[in-house]
C-alpha cells in the first residue's frame, strides 16, 4: 500500500496565501482522486476539497485544490487566509481495493 | 440531511472487544454508498479502519483487519464495528461516516465517540 506524507505544520499571515502539500509514496498520485478536510479543534472533519479540484457547496473558493504528477503530489491552497482557517487539514485518497488513505495531516497557524 | 450518530460504551477493558454502533437517520442504508469507521487517537491524526458497502461487502485497514468486523442492520438502518484484543493503543475518537469507493462524502460524518481503554 502507499503513504501520504504531508508537512506536520504551516503558518502564515491573514490575508495571505498557503499551500499544504500531501506526497504519494508509490503509485501515481493521478491514478486515485485526492480529497481534503478541514478539522477544528473539538469537531468532526469537514470535507474542503474532493476529487482532486473540486469544492462542496458552502466552501469558499479561496479553498482550491490541484494535483502535480512531476512531484507525485497533491496540493491544498487556501488565499485570503482568515483566522477562521486556522485548523488541521488531512489529505485523503485510496488504493485500487477501495481502502482508504489519510495523511499524517497539517496544522495551519494563522498568526 | 442525512445525519449519522456513533453509540457505545466508552469504556473498554484490555483484551477485551470494542463495539460501536452507527444510527443513520435521513438516508436508507440499504440504497447505496459505503459506510465507514474512522478513528483519531488523542492528539493524533485520522486512521481509516474500514468500510461496508450496503450490499455488505467489507473493506478493512491491513493494519486491523485480523482484529475488525464491520456489519450492517438494514432493519435498524444502522451499521456496527466490532475490534477485538484491544489495548491502551485503540484508544480514539471513533467515527462513523457515509461514503463513496474514494472517501467520505461531505457533511457526513457522525460526532465521534471517545473510546477509551483501561483497566
Known amino acids: 500500500n502507499f503513504m ?15 499551500t499544504i502539500s500531501c506526497t504519494r509514496s508509490s503509485g501515481s498520485i493521478a491514478s486515485n482522486y485526492v480529497q481534503w478536510y478541514q478539522q477544528r479543534p473539538g469537531s468532526s472533519p469537514t ?6 479540484n473540486q469544492r462542496p457547496s458552502g466552501v469558499p473558493d479561496r479553498f482550491s485544490g490541484s ?34 488513505v489519510f495523511g499524517g495531516g497539517t ?3 494563522v498568526l | 440531511q442525512v445525519q449519522l450518530q456513533e453509540s457505545g460504551p466508552g469504556l473498554v477493558k484490555p483484551s477485551e472487544t470494542l463495539s460501536l454502533t452507527c444510527a443513520v437517520s435521513g438516508y436508507s ?32 485497514n491491513p493494519s486491523l483487519k485480523s482484529r475488525v468486523t464491520i456489519s450492517v442492520d438494514t432493519s435498524k438502518n444502522q451499521f456496527s464495528l466490532k475490534l477485538s484484543s484491544v489495548t491502551a493503543a485503540d484508544t480514539a475518537v471513533y467515527y462513523c461516516a457515509r461514503g463513496t ?3 467520505v462524502i461531505h457533511r457526513t460524518w457522525g460526532q465521534g465517540t471517545l473510546v477509551t481503554v483501561s483497566s
Do not use: M
Not at chain 2, 42 to 55: F, Q, T
Open chain 1, 107 to 109: 496544522k495551519l497557524t
Open chain 1, 47 to 52: 470535507t474542503v476539497i474532493y476529487e482532486d
Open chain 2, 29 to 60: 442504508i440499504s440504497s447505496g454508498y459505503y459506510w465507514g469507521w474512522i478513528r483519531q487517537p488523542p492528539g493524533k491524526g485520522l486512521e481509516w479502519i474500514g468500510s461496508i458497502y450496503h450490499s455488505g461487502s467489507t473493506y478493512y
Open chain 1, 4 to 18: 501520504l506524507t504531508q508537512p506536520h505544520s504551516v503558518s502564515e499571515s491573514p490575508g495571505k496565501t498557503v
Open chain 2, 101 to 103: 469507493f474514494g472517501g
Open chain 1, 67 to 100: 494535483i502535480d504528477s512531476s512531484s507525485n503530489s497533491a496540493s491544498l491552497t487556501i488565499s485570503g487566509l482568515k483566522t477562521e482557517d486556522e485548523a488541521d487539514y488531512y489529505c485523503q485518497s485510496y488504493d485500487s481495493s477501495n481502502h482508504w
